[in-house]
Each structure stands twice: as C-alpha cells, then as structure tokens.
C-alpha cells in the first residue's frame, strides 16, 4: 500500500459479503471520496464552510438519491447499503458524510421505515402520494434535506415533546420554534423539521409528533447565528428559526403521529450517524500505516517504523479498529422493525464503541506518529477534532448508551423494584 494505491474498501466484499448493490455503491462513494473530497476537506475545514462542490459531485453520481427506492427513481439502497456507502464517503471527509446522513435520513425515514410501520389504507395511500413528490425534488431536482431536531432541551434525546410546535391552519400548519444545530443551515432545500401538535387542551405528547419538510424559502423561516466549532466545521450546523412558518400539508413526511411509531419501533435509525465516524476511525489507521511506511504526500523525513513502541500501538489500533468494524458490521446487518432487547443492546454498544474508539483511534495516531504528524499540512488533526464530535450527538450520544445499556442489562422490560 502506498497513497498511490487506491484505498481498499473499508469491509471486504467478499469477506463480509456484500451485495452488488453494495459494492458499486461503496466503490462509486470510495472512488469520488478519495478523487476529489480527500483534497478539499482541509479548506472546508480551515474556512467552516459547507462542503457545496462535495454536494455537486454527490448529485451527479446519482448518490443523493441513494436511497430514494428504485420505485421513484432513485437508487433503492436499503439501510446497510446506506450506512457502508456512508462510512467510505467519512473516510475523506467527515462534514460530508455527516451532513449526506442528515439528508438520507429523509428518506429512509419516508421510504424502508415507513413501509415497515403500520398504517390505514386512507394514511398508506396519502403517504405514497408525498413521498412521490419528495423523492421527485431530489432525483430530478437535485433538492437536498436537513434534518434538525435538537432544541437544546431533552426532545432531541427522547425524553420530552419537542418545543417546536404545529399548529393546524386550514389543511396545513403553522410552525414556530427553534432548532440548534442544523446542519446544512442555509445550504439545505428543505428542512425536515419535527414538531408537536398540541392535544385539544394545549399538553404537548411524544405520540403527537410531526414531521414536515419546511422549503428553505418559507417565510418566517430563518438561519441565525454563526458557526465557529472544534470539529465537523463543513457541517455549518447553525440556528434556524421558525417564526409562525405556514406549512402546507402536501409537506408532511409522514402522516400524522406517525414519527413516533417508527422511532420507538425502528430504533437503528438513530445509529445513523455512526458511518461518518467509521470513516474516520479506518481514516485514522489508514494515516498511522502510511505515515509510518513514510508514504504520506507532504511528510517531513523516512520510514519511521521501525521502532517496537511504533509497532505496538499500531497493533492497538488495528485490534480496536477490527472489534469497531465487527461490532458495527452486525448492528446495521440486523437491524430492523420491532428489534428485541439484545439487538437493542448490541445496538447501543456498537453506537458507543464507533464514537469513543473513532476518536481514541484518532488520538492513538497522533500519539504514534508524533508532533510532526499533527500539523495542519497533514489531515490526522482535523481527522482528531472531527472525530471528538461523535459521541455528543443525541439521541444515542455516548453516556445515555452507558445509561440504556445499564439499565436495560438488569432489568426486563417493565420490570421495577
Ligand atoms: C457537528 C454537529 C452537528 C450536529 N448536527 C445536528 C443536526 O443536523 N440535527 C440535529 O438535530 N442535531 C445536530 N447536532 C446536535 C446534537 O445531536 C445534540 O443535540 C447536541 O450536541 C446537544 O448539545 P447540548 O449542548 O444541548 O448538550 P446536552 O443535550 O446538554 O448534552 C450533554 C450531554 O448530556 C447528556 N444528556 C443530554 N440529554 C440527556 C437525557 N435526556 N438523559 C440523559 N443524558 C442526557 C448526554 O450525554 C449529552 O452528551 C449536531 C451536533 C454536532 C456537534
């Protein structure tokens, strides 16, 4: 291996069979990653500026459509699919893979989730009519979906009603809160904002949330603040407002109520996050190896592995990056509607181990290497700053995994004492 090998892919295709499917997806998102987004992360990071020639590319190779179905045009990739496509494009540049969840999300929350969830035959019909116009703003219109749900409270980990309430207005709704950290604020077409339609006596209920995709050019909505972070710069991920924001019901996401059936039932897909910071992870390792082997483009000095210190923390690394990789590869193998208690469990550890282990890699590299290594020339810091950001992200940040799978370890469902 030398940087002038094309990387391999991050899981074997045919060690970890793959689909076809999956292997042109993780090729085409490998090929794109390492051709163009590797180059120009550096600037997206140094400036804080969102990743919009990343997006250019992403839509001309069809992957904004990733996982639109095949139905509607776009490419029909399921859940795994998504989420091995996803770590490749992390690998070269982690705000690109970050913000490409967000707006996938939109779509598998409409697409593989909504079909798995229960619906009437008057809502199922209603449904495939909006997803239809959905999906058409993004395969022939190149739209592009945020996803912002944290308030800065509790809703965003799942513990309360979102703030962010919807109120009906004629066949549609009339939005107003706050959302924090948005990403792809001011960058996006479309935000997919969930909120809370007030029961008739006014009390805000989890089971009343909706979800609806707001037009970038709604008025009352607007992006306020700047964005200035540690890490994950090219998220852009700024304050939105929504000021009295007339939605109209065409852009509902889902029927009514609908949101919450299929968080609670479809817990994996708050493990989406976690391809961006795979990426890293295998990034980290990458940059360890070829450091080492004196291969890096810009390097000052030789081989520098030679010494037995150099050589065992690499084996650290490798070990911590294979139990990530396995752990991770099972989760988004299994995951589907109505998992049971061990496959939640499973869930939230490999959620806990991908955001912790992608920075401990991360540190583990700059350690290795040295002071030289750390300079803004080389990518291993930005890799280092990107990577710290995982385990902060809601619902499943690191210390509420600890939390379920404490709780969850020793007690049945419904069991107390
Ligand atoms: C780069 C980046 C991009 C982001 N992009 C988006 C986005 O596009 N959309 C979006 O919706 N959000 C996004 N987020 C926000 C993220 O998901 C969190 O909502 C945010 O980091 C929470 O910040 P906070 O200061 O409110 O922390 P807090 O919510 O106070 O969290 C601090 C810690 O407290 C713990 N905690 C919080 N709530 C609970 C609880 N109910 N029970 C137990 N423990 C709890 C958690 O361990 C958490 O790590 C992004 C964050 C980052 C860093």
Redesign the pocket.
Known sequence: MSATTPDAPIFDAAAWRLTEQEIALTRRARELGERVFAARAASFDREARFPTENYADLRDAGLLGVCVPAAYGGLGAGYRAYALTAAEIGRYCG?TA??FN?HVCSCLWTGPLADAIDMDPAQRAEHERRRAMHYARIVEHGAIY?????E???A????VPFATTAVRDGDGWRVSGR??????AGHADYYGILCTEADSDGTLARRNTLYVAVPASAPGLRVEGDWD?L??RG?V?RTLILDDVRVAADEALMPSGLYYQAAVRWPHMFLTLTPAYLGIAQAAYDFTVRYLRGEVPGQAGDKRRGQAVKQHNVARMHLMLEQTKALWFQVVSEARVDPPREMMLRAYAAQYTVMENANELCQLAIRTCGGQSMLRTLPIERLYRDSR?G?????W????CL?RIGHDALYAPGERD
């Open positions: 705000a970050l913000t967000m945020a996803q912002p749900f944290s800065g409270g509790s965003a980990a799942g513990a959302k924090i950290f948005a990403s792809l972070p890490g994950m998220t991920s950001c385990s902060l992200m809601l619902p940040s690191a210390d509420i939390e």
